[in-house]
């Protein structure tokens, strides 16, 4: 079982990455927020520098519905290095998708494989696919694949949901499993809840096939999610001292990259809506951190959080 970090956007930055990587590990392939512009501005830059992936395995993601955007945004993450990139079909942001991006442009089916037509045609590098299965109705599913079997995929990472489902409902497995027979030959992962070793354990029940899934919001919330998924993948165990390792070096290279407290603040509390998963009893905490102003109040609320409370028993089958 090969293991995917999923990318989310202002979340999964190369600062994060790292420091997961350097204190958990057990991802076989990393995948930057989306790169919206083929003027790429100084933070998604900071995503692809070589130096900010060390050791990590790392696909770029792009999120446009222009062909000519695409291939100009390509050729210039292949001065980096890179060989692959991953277009974004899966976001199912309204922001987003009013746009016909991101999972938006599955409702143009048409248009998209002109699209496809072109960056598969011209792309210097190859092109890995995370798409949805819809707008509003699972039916549109088959005709959504017919398009993704006239190219070839270096990866088609599947969310079995449909982009007016958000993050909602449970997953419709069987269009994984639909997927996996329409594309043989063609690497496929599965994205989409893996929360649990019962998570993965009904996903391979549904699908046996299954041999790669991408993780976002199950990690998050539990940094030793993929240990307990394949007991071979991570030797590291999540104490306090190493959660509390982990945080300061997050903390402290957004301190760095970051003009100001306010913005560096702005990010740990976004990463805490899901840290506070990995500890018992920890609310009243949280709720000073989300106050803290400035590096010195939040710097004692945090303390005061690990040395209070305990790390969350993370050896359930209940969903974090």
């Not at 003027?39 to 998604?44: A, Q």
């Not at 992936?53 to 390509?74: C, D, M, Y």
């Not at 391979?204 to 940094?223: E, F």
């Not at 009243?284 to 790390?311: G, P």
Request: hydrophobic residues 35%.
């Amino acid at each position: 079982m090969k293991f995917y970090l999923a990318p989310m956007e202002g979340i999964t930055t190369y600062i994060y990455r790292t420091a997961y990587n350097r204190y958990f590990g057990g991802i076989d392939k990393y995948f930057t927020p989306f790169i919206a512009s083929k003027k790429i501005n100084r933070r998604e830059l900071n995503e692809i520098l070589p130096e900010h992936n060390q050791g990590l395995s790392v696909v770029p993601q792009i999120l446009t519905n222009r062909a000519e955007e695409f291939l100009q945004i390509t050729r210039k993450i292949a001065e980096y290095g890179y060989d692959t990139v991953n277009l974004n079909l899966g976001c199912p942001s309204g922001t987003v998708t009013a746009r016909k991006r991101g999972a938006g442009f599955l409702s143009v089916p048409d248009e998209l494989d002109r699209f496809l037509y072109e960056i598969y045609a011209q792309s210097p590098l190859h092109i890995s696919i995370k798409t949805r299965i819809g707008i509003a109705s699972v039916d549109e599913w088959e005709a959504i694949l017919a398009i993704y079997q006239k190219y070839p995929l270096a990866e088609l990472i599947v969310h079995p949901r449909l982009q007016k489902e958000l993050y909602k409902l449970t997953p419709h497995k069987e269009a994984f499993a639909s997927a996996l027979a329409a594309l043989p030959g063609i690497p496929l992962c599965y994205n989409g809840d893996i929360t649990s070793p019962k998570s993965l354990s009904m996903l391979l029940d549904a699908v046996p096939q299954t041999d790669c899934v991408m993780i976002g919001r199950g990690i998050l919330r539990n940094p030793v999610l993929v240990s307990q998924l394949d007991e071979h993948k991570i030797i590291n165990s999540c104490s306090k001292d190493t959660f509390k390792t982990f945080h300061d070096e997050i903390f402290e290279g957004y301190a760095v990259q970051m003009s100001g407290e306010t913005p560096t603040l702005f990010k740990m509390k976004d990463l805490w809506t899901y840290f506070i998963e990995s500890f018992e009893g920890a609310e009243k905490h949280l709720k000073k951190i989300r106050k803290a102003s400035t590096y010195s109040e939040y710097k004692i609320a945090v303390n005061s959080l690990f040395r209070d409370c305990s790390i969350a028993n993370y050896h359930t089958d209940t969903p974090v």
